[in-house]
């Protein structure tokens, strides 16, 4: 077995150095780039082009983020997105084209390359030890994250945040005071308000955005429908109980990721259906399923949704 797939199927990528010592010289070295088996993701750090080609956005994030803490060693600390993406975070609408670090050192924020330095103050508290190197704590990297990107990306992140359980509601909101006057910090206002770590996924956060941005009341989320004797008949999403609505966010990932050993995804759908039918029954209430398609079409949405729900207000946030 090659060496160097040995250095990938840990950190994901190899040095230069790494392949000179594996018995490659520099020619060799230049014309596996050249040929496309190996990919040059920075200067003197190399990954396989089918390993490459077969992994997502955040698992070329984090093997880039890797190869940045392999360069510069302990004078920085992986943070905003980066640090998102490290944590493990859902990492939706985030910008993950550069690596981004925060400098424990006191050196001069630039933008060098594929990475972003960030000033920042730096506390001890804030800094964690991976087996990579440096990482600041998960509720900065979320609220720095946040700061630099729209509200709706905001409230899905924060969300996520809390859905990890690697920081709580009380945490988020003295992380937004201690850093209200930083840089990009004061649109957060609202997304901190309303970040709910009962908000299961990105499509139910998103929906919850939409539906304040159109006017219409929030609903109550993961809301439980039991029958007479109080047996739970099923969790929704949403429910909005004085409109008489139930709401649902239906991904494409869904009823695969529900499957029961031996199910078929026809059979999952089905299911829900029969759930489906079983909700509205005991309570007489109405059900609306939102797909990714509908937030692209927030005026049809909106036409939607008038049929039970009041605007009792606007905003433009």
Request: hydrophobic share 40%.
């Amino acid at each position: 077995m090659d060496p160097l797939r040995i250095l990938t199927s840990t950190c994901g990528f190899f040095t230069r150095q790494e392949a000179l010592g594996a018995g490659y010289q520099d020619k060799q070295i230049t014309q596996m780039v050249r040929v496309g088996v190996w990919i040059r993701i920075r200067r003197g750090y190399y990954v396989f082009a089918d390993e490459w080609q077969g992994a997502d956005a955040i698992r070329r994030h984090r093997v880039r983020c890797a190869a940045v803490q392999r360069s510069l060693g302990p004078a920085v600390a992986l943070s905003h997105g980066s640090g998102v993406v490290d944590h493990e975070i859902d990492a939706w609408g985030l910008d993950l084209s550069k690596v981004h670090v925060t400098r424990l050192d006191g050196a001069q924020g630039r933008v060098e390359g594929d990475v972003v330095h960030h000033e920042g103050v730096s506390v001890a508290e804030d800094v964690m030890e991976t087996a990579f190197g440096r990482v600041l704590v998960a509720d900065r990297c979320v609220v720095e994250a946040a700061s630099r990107h729209d509200n709706e990306t905001a409230l899905c992140l924060l969300d996520a945040g809390l859905r990890s359980q690697l920081f709580d509601e009380q945490a988020l909101m003295r992380r937004h005071a201690q850093m209200l006057q930083w840089p990009f910090m004061r649109h957060l206002h609202l997304p901190v308000r309303m970040a709910d770590g009962r908000s299961g996924s990105v499509g139910e956060s998103r929906g919850r955005w939409l539906f304040r941005l159109l006017g219409f009341p929030a609903p109550q989320l993961q809301w439980e429908v039991r029958d007479a004797r109080g047996n739970l008949l099923g969790t929704c999403d949403w429910a909005w109980p004085e409109h008489k609505l139930l709401g649902e966010f239906d991904g494409k990932v869904k009823y695969g990721r529900l499957l029961r050993p031996g199910q078929s995804a026809g059979d999952a759908v089905h299911d829900e259906k029969i759930r489906e039918d079983l909700l509205r029954e005991e309570t007489q209430f109405a059900m609306v399923r939102l797909t990714w398609r509908d937030y692209e079409h927030p005026a049809a949405l909106g036409a939607r949704l008038d049929r039970w729900l009041p605007r009792t207000r606007f905003s433009a946030a």
